[in-house]
């Protein structure tokens, strides 16, 4: 049992008061003199147990556990927590100056803790420091891709970027993607990168039109031909891989790893009936014979989609699936 100040009248109430009225019972039986104190001396024992009694159960232990209960809801310990876990971070942010046309860099230190994501301080920063800080944020869980940004110089979702993984003496650099135009802070333009995209046709095509839209069955597949396109389906459209590409920085025409990639995903898929036209279509050096193999795109992938071996698959299949002189036209007609 827990033991404080209040604990001791309680114990005395507790024994003495019995015993004296044991004693008072004795006292009234063989010596009325002594009944009258003994009877006092109970009657303040008796009131002393109750009132500790109350005190203790109502004033001390029922509000400090309500207090604790309370808290614990409201969570001040996991505040208290993460107070005493804080590191200072210094945020080397390079923001895109639209009236000067070029990256500004500006730092803000801010606390952070073992959890905070760039995103998360990103977004502390904007409502702390600076509420002109422009990013583009939405699910703050690695689903929707659009939160890409550059952290210490590699392309990443900023929601799924640790800080304290990622500082280096107490330091992070975030800038925007460059592979995309820049609009302003940290958030870029995506129309180019969509535009490509849908070039490619991202969806499951069948030649007859009636059947595209009022499908009369189920096409079932079997697990060899899902495995064939599935590792390529889980593109977020992030676009970290084009912003990792050195082709794409160099040459804004090359159709980029993502598209490429798709381009592959559909054609891969037994379901869909564009087949050669699909191979095709990527045959050009704008296509896939743009890519010059660094491979950046794959290690930048938050998902895992590797579309730097789509490029290669499709280059296979094109070789092995195609005729020259179906390829000669194509090439020329970028
Ligand atoms: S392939 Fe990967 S990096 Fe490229 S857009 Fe898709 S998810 Fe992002
Ligand atoms: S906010 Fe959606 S992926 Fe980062």
Redesign the pocket.
Known sequence: MRTTTLMLPLYVGMIGTPILLVLRLFAILYSPLLAYPLTVLAAIGFIAFGAAGFVEVFVHDYPKSMRLRIARSKGPAAAERKEANSVRITFRLRRFDEGKKQLVEEAYVHNVDELTTVLGALVDIKEKHDNTLSMRYSCRMGIC?SCGMVVNGKPSLACETNVLEHARKGDIVVEPMQGHPLLKDLATDFDDFFEKHMSVQPRLYRIDAKEQYAAKKEYHQTREEVDRFLPYS?????????DACPVVNTNPNFKG??AL?QEYRYYADSRDQLGKKRLLDADRLDGVWGCEFAGA?SK????G?D?AAAIQLLKTELMSNTTAEEREPARHST
Not at 300 to 303: L, S, T
């Open positions: 891709g889980y593109c977020i459209m992030c676009g970290l891989c084009e790893p993502q990639a795109c930048v992938c938050p998902k989609v579309p």
